[in-house]
């Protein structure tokens, strides 16, 4: 008995200590906003801490916003398409994402609110993966339908665009001047015999802007000019970055002369180094304004704070964020975002920025077809792997031996001939009924390209000086 007293006072005084917090209700946890986005972290970052803002100031209640990074648009694609086979739509369930935050609009038309497509791949949804909604700056009239030509919103309200993006070529005037290379102003530019081994790129297979870089080339030159200067380009790089904002990178540090790239990646190399020897040129009369879209996902997690994070996006505190320099009143706080928005009367309130471009104000630089991009995206993206990607030491050596020779000029056409005719392109895509077939057609590519390849490399190797 001598020891139960000790005990007894040990628990009255840890009772008196812990048990009125014990006691007391714990606080609820705040509400997570779950988004896949393949932007950088600085977008992320932004938008994250002001959102979190927006929503407290409003509400009062605190909440989280969570960026799911698995990769850019195509792993983003993939990954929404592996977990939306695994769950019952039709019972109301969801993959656990709440909203798709960035990425070209080709995605979310053909891919996320289509149906068939869907269905094709496994995926069991009725009226495709997306939630319609129409958000409040769309009401109002904010926003117009379109710009040069490109929409900005679905037709049923299931994607609206964020912000806006154009395509043209980064380049470094140092380098160029002393490598004793020529300058570099159009696509046909980047496909020349003396840049071999001065081009950076991206992996057009994972890389969405990188992807519609190549669209543009296709479409602005027309099928066959279009894909010459794509094998070119891609027979003047290295190695197959993994993504578009690499380019920037390594034309800024010197690593490479010049490459297709997005304009807001870069604009800061641009701005850091100064134009005198970093530049961003829009390839006259073939380059066009695209928009980077934003959508809901169907049965996501928490549907009210998605559409509210769209509004915001969308309205007026987003859209200030995308363009506004770093500091000012209404901008980010940490981060240059470099964007071009989608409300068009912010270009004309004289805000801080550091963006020239005034999309609304110019026409369309060609027809660009928007249809016709997003239809082919994925078979593309299959040819592109097929006939540059997974055969590039191949496509490398037969231009090295054209160049070598002194037959660059006379082979390249025939290095840069299609594996077939855009007419011919569009009947596989019509054919093609399922994996195994589009394995077979992927395949035989390779092997064309391949046999094509060597016997480029061989006539240059047999015929050159």
């Known amino acids: 008995m001598r020891f139960v007293w000790p005990v007894l006072l040990l628990l009255l005084l840890l009772g008196a200590a ?30 994250r801490r002001g959102f979190e803002e927006h929503w407290k100031a409003k509400t009062g209640e605190t909440v989280r916003v969570e960026f799911w990074d698995v990769g850019g648009t195509g792993e983003i694609r ?5 977990r939306s086979r695994q769950v019952d739509w039709a019972k109301g369930e ?19 609110s289509s149906e068939g497509k869907l269905a094709r791949e496994g995926v069991k949804v009725s009226g495709g993966l997306l939630e319609a909604y129409e958000p409040s700056a769309a009401r109002e009239g904010r926003i117009r339908g379109e710009v040069s030509g490109q929409p ?20 470094n005037r140092l380098v160029l001047e002393r490598a004793k290379l020529p300058d570099v102003k159009t696509w046909d530019d980047l496909a020349r015999p003396e840049l071999r081994g001065w081009v950076s790129c991206g992996d057009p297979t994972r890389s969405g802007s990188v992807h519609m870089a190549f669209e543009v080339i296709l479409q602005a030159y027309g099928w066959e000019r279009g894909w010459r200067a794509l094998t070119l380009m891609c027979a003047n790089v290295v ?3 993994e993504g578009g904002a690499s380019v920037p990178r390594d034309v800024s540090l010197g690593q490479s002369a010049a490459g297709p790239c997005i304009d807001f990646y870069a604009a800061a190399p641009v701005r ?14 073939y380059s066009v304004i695209t928009p980077d879209a934003i959508a809901i996902l169907k049965h996501g997690p928490q549907p009210e704070l998605a559409r509210a994070f769209m509004d915001y996006v969308l309205g007026e505190p987003g859209q200030r964020l995308w363009y506004q320099k770093r500091g000012s009143e209404g901008g980010p706080r940490e981060f240059d975002l470099e964007r071009l928005p989608v409300w068009h009367e912010l270009y004309d309130r004289g805000l801080p920025t550091f963006a020239a471009a005034r999309p609304f104000d110019q026409g369309n630089a060609f027809p660009y077809d928007g249809k016709k991009g997003g239809a082919r995206w994925g078979l593309l993206e299959d040819l592109l792997r097929a006939t540059l990607i997974d055969v590039h030491e191949d496509l490398k050596a037969a231009w090295a031996a054209a160049i070598a020779h002194g037959r660059a000029d006379e082979l390249g056409p025939e290095l840069g001939r299609p594996p077939l005719s855009e007419e011919e392109f569009a009947e596989v895509a019509k054919k093609l009924s399922g994996p195994r077939e589009l394995n077979a057609q992927c395949t035989a590519w390779t092997g064309w390209a391949r046999k094509h390849y060597r016997e480029v490399r061989e006539k240059a190797e047999r015929g050159g000086r």
């Open 18 to 47: 812990f048990g009125p917090a014990a006691l007391r209700p714990s606080q609820p946890a705040a509400r997570t906003l779950v988004i896949l986005s393949p932007h950088w972290d600085g977008i992320k970052q932004e938008f």
């Open 78 to 82: 993939r990954y929404v398409r592996e």
């Open 94 to 112: 969801g993959i656990g994402v709440d909203l798709l935050f960035g990425g070209g609009t080709f995605d979310y038309e053909t891919y996320y």
């Open 152 to 171: 900005l919103r679905d037709g049923q309200h299931r994607w609206h665009a964020a912000c806006l993006s154009g395509f043209g070529i980064v380049k």
């Open 239 to 241: 190695s197959f970055n």
């Open 272 to 285: 850091r180094q100064g134009a005198t020897h970093v530049e961003f040129v829009f390839p006259e009369g």
